[in-house]
């Protein structure tokens, strides 16, 4: 059966259209390598942000380097001059595509996971289950599952389609097997992943935004005739909390669905090239947009950039970013309210 989903074909784009979609992809490179890197350094530089849910962050960042900073300007040059570099190396531009499009999705769910534990379980459920050695068993299973979903292309003895060869993206595997994108096993692995990454992703975020609505609802109910005069602002938080899990769902679902739609459609019949190069953007979308996605809220990481821009990095400690010794909120939990501890935590 022909494949459809092929993110762009050379056949079908004219002179303006590559030179649009080239453009786009330049943004989405430099875009996307700054701001995973920066990420990623500033958990490497900064000691309080080394913690279990920063660690599945960078997961996800490193997945979308492989992206943003290898296969994009791949695909750059190819629509550029038509033609692309040695097979063997092309091969390997499109392997990395796949596994860190696999290894992203899955860090979405250990990100979605570690936060759900952490609001809507125990404390001590968390410290148990969210140990160094268990987060590392969980970051080094991402990988080993998306090598695993890789074999079935590197395997395969489908030889490249013949026809237009301008912007046949990912052509052979050292002349013999075509692209880890245009292979029916990999589009079906690949549509299964979204699938389920979806639906772990919907089904934390909808967990947390319950617990925090029923906590809004008791604060308003418990503390109705003091409410103006409470000490801190719990109920806003809650709010805030609220808004940003249902902004990090509809982003994640905006950039990930259309693509599903046209990987399912495409085994039956041919999706209009202007639907797969949509969705294949709006998917591409988020590899550029996970590391500004997930931190954002979070004071730690905003305070650790604002001393980067100041020059601080060698006084590091000096900036209020002191070790933390257990990866959990553990210490906070003692000292205040755990919800509001939790919330915190996630701001």
């Avoid at 960078?58 to 492989?66: P, R």
């Avoid at 033609?83 to 999705?105: C, K, M, Q, R, Y």
């Avoid at 912007?167 to 052979?172: C, D, I, T």
Wanted: charged share 15%.
């Amino acid at each position: 059966m022909t494949n459809h989903s092929v993110p762009v074909s050379g056949c079908e784009v004219g002179h303006s259209g590559k030179t649009i979609i080239a453009s786009i992809y330049i943004l989405m490179c430099l875009l996307g390598s700054t701001l995973n890197v920066l990420v990623i350094y500033l958990v490497v530089s900064f000691k309080k942000l080394r913690t279990t849910s920063n660690a599945f962050i960078v997961n996800g960042s490193v997945a979308d380097l492989l992206v943003c900073a290898i296969w994009i300007p791949h695909e750059v040059m190819l629509i550029s001059t038509g033609s692309a570099l040695a097979p063997e190396i092309h091969a390997l531009s499109e392997a990395l595509l796949f596994l860190g499009i696999t290894v992203s999705l899955l860090s979405h769910s250990l990100i979605a996971a570690n936060r759900y534990v952490l609001i809507t379980k125990a404390p001590a459920t968390y410290v148990s289950l969210y140990q160094k050695r268990n987060a590392e068993s969980m970051i080094i299973a991402s990988w080993l599952l998306a090598l695993g979903c890789l074999l079935p292309w590197l395997v395969s003895s489908r030889h490249a389609q013949e026809g237009c060869s301008d912007l046949q993206v990912g052509k052979a595997f050292f002349g013999r097997k075509t692209s880890v994108m245009s292979n029916p096993n990999e589009d079906v692995i690949l549509a299964l992943t979204i699938f389920a990454q979806s639906a772990i992703v919907l089904y934390c975020y909808f967990k947390i935004f319950r617990r925090v609505q029923i906590s809004m609802k008791r604060v308003s109910i418990l503390n109705f005739q003091i409410l103006k005069n409470l000490p801190y602002s719990f109920p806003r938080k809650d709010r805030r909390l609220g808004f940003y899990v249902l902004t990090v769902c509809g982003i994640f679902l905006i950039t990930t669905q259309p693509l599903l739609w046209v990987l399912v459609v495409g085994r039956l019949k041919p999706v209009p090239f202007a639907h797969r190069s949509t969705s294949w953007m709006l998917f591409c979308c988020l590899f550029v947009l996970n590391p500004f996605l997930y931190t954002w809220k979070n004071e730690e990481f905003r305070r650790s950039f604002k001393s980067v821009l100041r020059g601080e990095i060698c006084r590091g400690s000096a900036v209020g970013l002191a070790p933390v010794t257990v990866n959990t909120v553990a210490h906070i939990l003692p000292r205040q309210n755990s919800r509001r501890a939790f919330i915190g935590h996630m701001e």
